[in-house]
Structures are given as C-alpha cells and as structure tokens.
C-alpha cells in the first residue's frame, strides 16, 4: 500500500493528534479499551457473530477502505473475515490508542481462537471518525498471523526529538571505516507503528547479529509531518511518498550505495525475517 493510501486511512488520526500536541498523552496514558467504548462494542459484536451490528460499525459514506497483506479490500471482507472466524475468544492487547472529539486511532493485538478451536494473531490497525453522534470505522489495516514479533506498545523512543542526525552520521561513519562496516539509515518517526515493528525485528536474536557485524545503524527522524532532515532526505534519496520506514545504505565515506524506490520496508509488520536478512546480506559490505 502507498503512503498516500496508507496515511488516507490511518496515520491521519495520529497525525491530528499529534499537531494537537496529544502525542505524548496517547502513548503515555494506559493503553485501556474502555476509555473508547465504540472499539468495545465492536469487539463484543465480533465475538457474538451480530453480522448486523458488525456492519453498522463500518462507515458507507465514505466507504470504509481495509488493506489486507497491501491488498485493498471492501468492508465487507473485512466483516465478513470476523464473522468466518466464529470468534470463540479474542485476547485484546491494545499498543496505541488515540482519541480525539470526531476521530481515533486503535492499533492492537488479538490472540484469536475460532469457533473450530484454531488459534491466530491478528494485528490490527482501525481508524474511526464520529459520524453525527455514531463512530465508525473508516480504515482497517490488518495482519494476520504475522511473521515478526510486534511491539506490545510504541513508547520506545526510537527517534528522540533533540537528536543531531547529522553529528550521528558523522559518527557512525567514523565507526564503519574502522571496523569494515557499512551506514544503515532508517528514516522514520515515533508514530510511525511498522518503524517500531522494524526496530524490534533488528534487535531481535535472529537479526541483531547479521546488523551488528555489518552495520552502524543512525535513525533519520522525519517528525509528525515528515518534514524533518529535509537535506538528509535529499542527499540519500528517500521517496517518503513511497513510505516510512525507508531504508539506505552508505559506504563508510558516505557514498550512497542503495536506497529503497519502491516502499520495501513501508508494510514491515507483514513482512518475513528471512526478507530483512536478504536485504542486509545483499547490502553489507564485501568481504576483504
């Protein structure tokens, strides 16, 4: 899914919230489901299969837009999804929940067992507006099963706000060409959820050691409106209209060697940690 797309659906809402200086609040306010009923309900519904008022949650005008593994899909695929499942048991686990007067933002997880006693994850993403005195869902993004382990809330700061992007380059530079590495840059935000997904994955077990021998990792902070480090988007050829995270790679003099045209890493809560070892096995620096 684009950015376009993507942030048409869901980052709106956090982004509102962020301008409104909500930012902190959200993240550092217990993660509750009752502090927003509406999601509430709309879980008690799944789990008692009313096909009617599961489809009353979901907004007809506009029409809710559900992405699924970057496929875009009706809402009634959506619904209908839930309603296959026979949802025996859901355990909620929410990582960031927004609300403002006319529109939130619910990002969660959910240990699923079905009616046929089959057990899945689910990471879910919903955007929600007030329609006159009723909320409504306006976009899904949802995960099934996926591959990486997701973060249980957002409240890491990845990105801090008073750090010199271009003094940690340098650095990390100076690092690369004494040990034979080379530059990992990873431009993103706090709220950006798949950057959270994709720090996780690069310290986990299976990839911490690949990044470790071959890398100097500096996180390019884009801010709330991904207006931050304009130069550094420039000079390493980020298309963030493709996306966030977005990845590139330097030689340790700074020479850019690769950088993502097409989004690879926007989606990273579905993707594989054998696909993030492709990339850093492809991109790590030539044995002497």
Known sequence: MNRRTKLGIMLVFCMAALANGWAQTATSTPADAASFP??????????????????????????????????????????????????????????????????????????????????????DAQGWRKQGDTWRIVGVERTDNPALKQPSDMKKN????????????????????????????????????DCHVL??????????PLVDANYEVVHVDLGPDEKKNPDLVKQFEIPLNKGIPALAVAEADGTLVVSQKNGEFEDARGMTPEALAEFLNKWKPQAR
């Open 199 to 208: 720090d996780l994955a690069f310290h986990g077990p299976q990839l911490s």
């Open 38 to 123: 509406p999601f509430q309900q709309w879980t008690g519904a799944v789990l008692t299969g009313d096909a009617g008022t599961l489809q009353g949650f979901y907004s007809t005008d506009p029409p809710a837009q559900v992405s699924v593994k970057t496929q875009q899909l009706p809402a009634t695929a959506e619904i209908n999804f839930w309603l296959d499942q026979k949802v025996r048991s859901m355990k909620v686990e929410i990582v960031r929940l927004v609300v403002l007067p006319d529109r939130a933002s619910v990002i969660f997880r959910g240990a699923v067992v079905s009616g046929d006693g089959h057990s899945m994850n689910v990471t």
């Open 158 to 193: 990845i990105y801090p706000d008073d750090a010199n992007a271009h003094a940690e380059i340098k650095e990390a530079e100076g690092k690369a060409a004494r040990e034979h590495k080379r530059v990992l840059l990873v431009f993103g935000a706090n709220w950006c959820f």
